[in-house]
């Protein structure tokens, strides 16, 4: 069955980076846009970034532009969040999920158990 | 960038009851709307998708229905078990994917 595991969180210093990892398995990562969703604790969902299935498309949330990355290795079945400049409002537990298409415009129809990035001094 | 205004922000009822949450979009997104639901401690789930397709797997008491900036959750007899918080997100041409702010369900 579908499965999604991330990793690469824990604790970081305000203007730090960090690089989430997210492996796939029991489908091929190639033939879905994937996401990635944050929620901060207490909090609502936030939609952080997406990529379409070969990467020629990747959009982000305004919060994040210009800080964070998203990526994919097709060939590791892995999707990657790089996250440069880190603040403190970066504080949340980070969600990988697959679209139900190829396309970037489409729902999140499988997720990971997330991973917790703490941005602190 | 399209806003996702979820109502009620929280809500007690019976079990049994039918339940209605809505989700009005700030500008029309034809049927690009998905319904996910979160448990406390767990990833959210989807359970709708394209306004009104349910998701394999997911009770048939849960159905989506609307279209452009105006669409509804509605659980037709309310179970213990759907106890969450349960999220609308848009996923029309444009970024950001935007969630709406969640409604809390609870079970009176």
């Known amino acids: 069955q579908v499965q999604l595991v991330e990793s690469g969180g824990g604790v970081a210093q305000p203007g730090t980076s960090l690089r989430l990892s997210c492996v796939a398995s029991g489908f091929s990562l190639t033939y879905y846009g994937m996401h990635w969703v944050r929620q901060a604790p207490g909090k609502g969902l936030e939609w952080v970034a997406v990529?379409?299935?070969?990467?020629?498309?990747?959009y982000y949330a305004d919060s994040v532009k210009g800080r964070f990355s998203i990526s994919r290795d097709n060939s590791k079945n892995t999707l990657y969040l790089q996250m440069s400049s880190l603040r403190p409002e970066d504080t949340a537990v980070y969600y990988c999920a697959k679209g139900n298409s190829a396309s970037w415009a489409a729902p999140a129809v499988d997720w990971g158990q997330g991973t917790l990035v703490t941005v602190s001094s | 960038d399209v806003q996702m205004t979820q109502s009620p922000s929280s809500l007690s009822a019976s079990v049994g009851d039918r339940v209605t949450i809505t989700c009005r979009a700030s500008?029309?997104?034809?049927?690009?709307l998905a319904w996910y639901q979160q448990k406390p401690g767990k990833a959210p789930k989807v359970l709708i998708y394209a306004a009104s397709t349910l998701q394999s797997g997911v009770p048939f008491r849960f159905s989506g229905s609307g279209s452009g900036t105006d669409f509804t959750l509605t659980i037709s007899s309310l179970q213990p078990e759907d106890v969450a918080t349960y999220y609308c997100?848009?996923?029309?041409?444009?970024?950001?994917?935007?969630f709406g702010g969640g409604t809390k369900v609870e079970i009176k």
């Open positions: 997100q848009e996923y029309n041409s444009a970024p950001p994917l935007t």
């Open positions: 990529i379409s299935y070969d990467g020629s498309n990747r």
């Open positions: 500008q029309r997104i034809s049927n690009f």
